[in-house]
């Protein structure tokens, strides 16, 4: 029995998760946002313990600043 030539895939199929070409399944390896190094899963989104503390000094100590008017507080009663 002669084996039938494979279908192409139509360019209206998706790929499947993970398989390439933009699939869901494919990410990016997350960096850490203080040295750039790649994410450890124990202190996630960061490298390391050090740089999840120098995060934590920057927030600490004013350098991150969430924008806001000094009025919040008045305008929510």
């Known amino acids: ?7 192409p895939k139509a360019e209206t199929e998706k790929p ?3 398989k390439g070409e933009g699939g ?3 990410r990016k390896p997350r960096r850490c946002p203080i040295c750039g190094r ?7 989104p ?11 000094n920057r927030w600490l100590s004013g350098i991150y600043i969430v924008p806001g008017s000094e009025n919040d507080e008045e305008d929510e009663k």
């Open 46 to 56: 960061f490298c390391s313990a050090r740089c999840r503390d120098v995060d934590l």
């Open 24 to 26: 869901k399944g494919e």
């Open 1 to 7: 029995m002669p084996s039938r030539p494979e279908k």
């Open 16 to 18: 499947e998760p993970g």
């Open 38 to 44: 790649p994410a450890a899963q124990a202190t996630r």
